[in-house]
């Protein structure tokens, strides 16, 4: 599986990914976008059908888009997948889709990136009944310490959103989550990975080398000890 050299920066989430030394990225291909997961150095591949884009005449394509892209070997995970609330198509039909990724995601052995906007009780409730064993990474994390909490002890793995993560305010909720679930990311946003980690630590009152290894060792333990690939 491609994977991370040992001393990288890991961005976990990123759309359009450029190569850059000692990073290890993970770019989000979203299937209607059109894009190839091309094999790039430094860069692996999440794909999915994101909440936003799923209608009703369009669902059978995208799906099978996903799983055609998740056989691929530099695709490492499925997503970004789940459900919002405030944007996108209904929940029927967003709960369809999301549904068929986690079975994509089981039947591959890959991890799954989750999208979750004001849907919290929906994604306990599905994680819940399919009792997933491959993780779940909630991308662009922003709650409070409680949701923080309910998801974490869940087994969810956690990459706030990256405004909101280098907030000197968001630092008591970046707190509560424990290094060993944390993961950080871009999400498209033109600032870097390696800024992120320095003003990270910085507010955790940790060494950047802790959290890079830290972070390394999730992306072990998540993509190299639980998933199949
Ligand atoms: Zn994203």
Redesign the pocket.
Known sequence: MKGPEKYDFINI?D?GAEPIDGVFTID?IMVHENRYPADINGIAYSCGAHPWNIMEDNIDKMISKVKEYASLPNVIAIG?AGFDRIRGSDEILQEKAFIAQVEISEEKGKPLFI?CVKAWDKLLVSHKKMNPKMKWII??FRGKPELAKQLLDKGFYLSPWVEWAIRPESTSTLKSIPLKRLFLET??FDIGIEPVYRVVAEHLQIGLQTLKKSIYDNFYNVFYKSSLV
């Open positions: 989430h759309h989000n970004e999208h991308h662009g999400d498209g």
